[in-house]
């Protein structure tokens, strides 16, 4: 009966237990130690169906990144509601990036560790996702820059920066906190909050850190 079952599933859903298997082997034992054989007996399917759903390891793990790119930003995008204060949406958001890195850790680690140290197509397709959340960022900085100031002069390179700088802050806790124990998501976006809001709310005010005298 089980094997009836398995024949009649829709292709789909038969692709999305295949892409499973593959993030859960790819993200625990990395691109290279992981095999086709161990990805298909995972998904309960035969290594020939692997390859006619998706044509080789590499457009296998190709889709696998993809696919977590896009639940990653999905998830953060739908964490921040608009009508919140700037501050309250960089929060929603960071809580939503933690909650869930933590809770998709070998989605995390394909994203994280995999496919940026396995060559440049794989890299690319994290680099495209990475360039959305900066960009999603950056719009909140200046969203808090318009509600402090009613003409904000934040340089646009100074925004993009502080963008860039939020971000790569919020995947180095991601990986710290995936790791150590009793860190929740909630604990894990107040750090950075603590950290990276204090800093925005000075500068938003005009107060910005400048080197002294002797420094220049």
């Known amino acids: 009966m089980g094997a009836v079952k398995n024949k009649r599933m829709p292709r789909a859903v038969r692709e999305q237990q295949m892409l499973d298997a593959a993030v859960r082997t790819f993200g625990q034992r990395g691109y ?23 044509n080789s390891k590499e ?4 889709a696998c990144i993809r696919r977590e790119a896009a639940a990653l930003t999905a998830a953060v995008r739908a964490g921040v509601q608009p009508a ?57 900085i200046v969203t808090a820059a318009r509600e402090a100031h009613r003409d ?38 107040a750090t950075l909050m603590n950290f990276a809001w204090a800093g925005l709310g000075e500068l938003m005010e005009g107060r910005a850190w400048s080197p002294s005298q002797q420094d220049r």
């Open 152 to 189: 904000p002069s934040l340089a646009e390179r100074e925004v993009a920066g502080l963008a860039e700088a939020l971000v790569g802050a919020a995947e180095s806790l991601a990986e710290w906190a995936n790791v150590t124990p009793g860190i929740s998501a909630k604990q894990a976006a």
């Open 59 to 62: 457009d296998l793990f190709t």
């Open 32 to 54: 290279r130690a992981a095999s086709m054989d161990e990805i298909a007996e995972l998904a309960g399917v035969s290594k020939p169906l692997v390859y006619l759903y998706l």
């Open 84 to 140: 919140l204060p700037a501050d309250r949406q960089l929060w929603e958001g960071l809580r939503a990036f933690f909650t869930h890195t933590a809770q998709n850790q070998d989605g995390w680690s394909v994203l994280h560790r995999q496919a940026r140290t396995h060559g440049e197509p794989f890299a690319a397709e994290v680099t495209a996702m990475r360039e959305e959340l900066v960009a999603f960022v950056t719009q909140l």
